[in-house]
Every structure is written in structure tokens, then in C-alpha cells.
Nanobody
Framework: QVQLVESGGGLVQTGDSLRLSCAASGRTFSSYAMGWFRQAPGKGREFVAAITWSVYNTYYADSVKGRFTISRDNAKNTVYLQMNSLKPEDTAVYYC?????????????????WGQGTQVTVSS
């Protein structure tokens, strides 16, 4: 079992920055990759970014490329999402998720465990 706890969400203005954290505990060595997804009201869960644990590969949705950066601290079992130049359309609940095996890194159905989510609201 792996437990994920997100933090760092909040209310900011357009153009501001936020850093989300996802602390993992439990059998974290069994994870292949960690991802961030988001869900806005009335919409499906959308891929934002992902990072593999063993090899530093990163993946981004086109909508956040150049603005968001995913990183990890293996010693702390923590994954971060640095979000810069925030826009109102970035408003959503952001979820951290982990997956055990390769493949489908942008597909929420391919992830095995999820955090509770943290709200990010960007005002115009």
C-alpha cells in the first residue's frame, strides 16, 4: 500500500505561482512513476505532468508545458509540481497519483493509487 498526501493548494491571482507537494509513504519502492492530474468542476480528470522514479523522465500536458515543472526528492519520497504563470483555466482540484508499471503514463486509469486532492483556484 502507498499513501499519498497533497499540500500547497490555495487561492492566487492570474500570473502567480504555487508549488504543490505530494508526500508518499508505504511501499513507495514499488512505484514506477508519479503523476499529477486535475479535475475542474463538470469535467473529467485531466493529465498534467508525470515523472518516473528510477530514471528522471518527465512528461507534460501541452496546456502546462513551459509553465509547470514536476520534480522529485527521492530521499523524502516527495513529488513537487511548481506552477508558474497561473491562469484561471488552471483552476481545479489537483491530484497526485502513483503507478506501479510502465505504460499509460498520461492515462488516469493506469494509476494505482491516489491522494485526496488539493484545491487550486486562480482568480482573474
Amino acid at each position: 500500500q502507498v499513501q499519498l498526501v497533497e499540500s500547497g493548494g490555495g487561492l492566487v491571482q492570474t500570473g502567480d505561482s504555487l508549488r504543490l507537494s505530494c508526500a508518499a509513504s508505504g511501499r513507495t519502492f514499488s512505484s514506477y512513476a508519479m503523476g499529477w492530474f486535475r479535475q475542474a468542476p463538470g469535467k473529467g480528470r485531466e493529465f498534467v505532468a508525470a515523472i518516473t522514479w528510477s530514471v528522471y523522465n518527465t512528461y507534460y500536458a501541452d496546456s502546462v508545458k513551459g509553465r509547470f515543472t514536476i520534480s522529485r526528492d527521492n530521499a523524502k519520497n516527495t513529488v513537487y509540481l511548481q506552477m508558474n504563470s497561473l491562469k484561471p483555466e488552471d483552476t481545479a482540484v489537483y491530484y497526485c497519483a502513483g503507478k506501479r508499471i510502465m505504460g499509460g503514463i498520461m492515462d488516469p486509469k493506469a494509476y494505482d493509487y491516489w491522494g485526496q486532492g488539493t484545491q487550486v483556484t486562480v482568480s482573474s
